[in-house]
């Protein structure tokens, strides 16, 4: 697959394509490389998140803030992120990163989606470089729920049952669809007692499972 196929997933048409075949390109394959855009992008990723939070939750302190900032721009969901994206069949790696498996290791695949964000920057601005977080953000920003900062759903469901000494949830994929760049999953979270069975679909696997287990929740404290 060509790097267009990937500007065209972020929704960025690159006047300068040498930028983004830079920021696909690890330090293993030569120079120049990503380090310097992904640096950037580290930047522009904060500020971003931090502003779509801020103007999302006006009343949110900002120690309540940080935290959720931290959870959404840390290495994990940036590696769901690049996973939906499929970032690691247009890095471009070195003979030996390559063999050890270096186009799905997470930090790998989060730098380089940083390193995107830098370059989309240059390439466009910052509007162009927002537009583009904000869009792959959306779900999970859409996800998170006044209140419930310090711990995700699915935490919150397992202690709810854990408290009453009762068997932890299970969840199964039950659908995947749509193409590629833009999948949706769905996810369903099984309780045995008391019996229950609840649904939640998004655009990824995790994002699914905690919708699954916010719906569980509410069933419950009803």
């Not at 900032?69 to 890095?91: C, K, M, P, Y």
């Not at 030996?96 to 290791?105: D, F, N, P, Q, Y």
């Not at 979270?189 to 994002?207: F, H, N, Q, V, W």
Request: aromatic content about 8%; some cysteine.
């Amino acid at each position: 697959m060509t790097a267009q196929i990937l500007a065209d997933r972020l929704g960025h048409s690159f006047a300068n394509l040498a930028l983004l075949r830079t920021a696909l390109t690890h330090r293993s394959y030569g120079t120049p490389n990503n380090e310097r855009l992904e640096f950037l992008g580290d930047g522009i990723l904060d500020f971003v998140i931090a502003a779509l939070l801020y103007e999302r939750f006006t009343d949110l302190p900002e120690g309540d803030l940080s935290r959720l900032r931290a959870n959404l721009v840390r290495q994990d969901t940036l590696h769901e992120l690049a996973n939906l994206l499929e970032i690691g069949s247009f890095l471009r790696l070195g003979e030996g990163e390559m063999k050890s498996g270096g186009a799905t290791r997470p930090s790998i695949l989060a730098d380089a989606l940083e390193a995107l964000f830098g370059a989309i920057y240059l390439d466009g601005g910052f509007a162009a470089a927002e537009r583009v977080i904000a869009l792959l953000y959306a779900d999970l920003l859409a996800a998170l729920k006044p209140g419930q900062f310090q711990k995700d759903a699915k935490t919150r469901l397992q202690e709810w049952l854990q408290g009453r000494k009762k068997a932890l949830p299970r969840y199964s994929l039950l659908e995947t669809s749509g193409a590629a760049h833009a999948q949706r999953f769905v996810v369903a979270c099984e309780i045995d007692y008391p019996p229950l069975r609840t649904t939640g679909a998004g655009a990824s696997r995790r994002i699914a499972e905690q919708c699954a287990a916010e719906q569980a929740l509410k069933a419950l404290n009803e």
